[in-house]
């Protein structure tokens, strides 16, 4: 089946930029979404097809598939984007939904 | 505003059938293009997809998990039931319900029900 790899944690300073990578077979084709889950909290999207902010999520926020593997970038990082972060596609060969293993972003 | 919100109850038994429902609100399955999902997460685990099912009432099954679990929905009620039978206690999770929008994402979310499998 279809396999999302994430680094476990990502660690950055308050103000700098975080990069979260997720990898896959073949991403590049596949539409990738991606979650940010607080301690205690429901997961909400941050990023959509790729690239696309839902409304509400700051210009911050930003995605790319591109390249193998698939980039969620955090700027400017702040105390308050300390949570995990997963990552997910749509498999059509095993159909099913896929949701990478999640990183945790720790603000120094 | 769009809401969903899971019910259930919080202990089951071991070999028991759980049965969740998901009410929501502030769109209508009925929608072209929209569906409700399950995802669960085990405590200090990822989240895992469990069940969708979409605006025609078709649906897709986690393949490894497709023999124990049931999809379906109320239209009138607004309400999408999972059942998943001869539980364990490694289905021990929070289980969330969320509206499939885009491609196959889910852009709102349930605040989750805690399951618990324990004799």
């Known amino acids: 089946s279809y396999v999302l790899t994430q680094p476990p944690s990502v660690s950055v300073a308050p103000g700098q930029t975080a990069t979260i990578t997720c990898g896959g077979d073949?991403?590049?084709?596949?539409?990738v979404y991606w979650y940010q889950q607080k301690p205690g909290q429901a997961p909400v999207m941050v990023i959509y097809?790729?690239?696309d902010r839902p409304s509400g999520i700051p210009e911050r926020f930003s995605g790319s598939n591109s390249g193998n593997p698939a980039t969620l970038t955090v700027a400017r990082v702040e105390p308050g984007d300390e949570a995990d972060y997963y990552c997910?596609?749509?498999?059509?060969?095993?159909?099913?939904?896929?949701f990478g293993g999640g990183s945790k972003l720790i603000v120094l | 505003q769009i809401t969903l919100k899971e019910s259930g109850p919080t202990l089951v038994k071991p070999t028991q059938t759980l049965t969740l429902t998901c009410t929501f609100s502030?769109?209508?399955?009925?929608?072209?293009?929209?569906?409700v999902a399950w995802i669960r997460q085990a405590p200090g685990k990822a989240l895992e997809w469990l069940a969708v099912?979409?605006?025609?009432?078709?649906?897709r099954y986690r393949p490894s998990l497709k023999n124990r679990l049931r999809i379906s929905r109320d239209i009138a009620k607004t309400q999408v039931v999972l059942t998943m039978t001869n539980m364990d206690p490694v289905d021990t999770a929070t289980y969330y319900c969320?509206?499939?929008?885009?491609?196959?994402?889910?852009?709102?979310w349930g605040q989750g029900a805690m399951v618990t499998v324990s004799s």
């Open positions: 097809y790729d690239s």
């Open positions: 073949n991403i590049r084709s596949k539409s």
């Open positions: 099912i979409y605006w025609d009432d078709d649906n």
């Open positions: 502030g769109f209508s399955l009925s929608t072209n293009g929209l569906g």
């Open positions: 969320a509206r499939r929008f885009v491609g196959d994402a889910f852009d709102i």
């Open positions: 997910q596609v749509w498999d059509s060969g095993s159909g099913q939904v896929v």
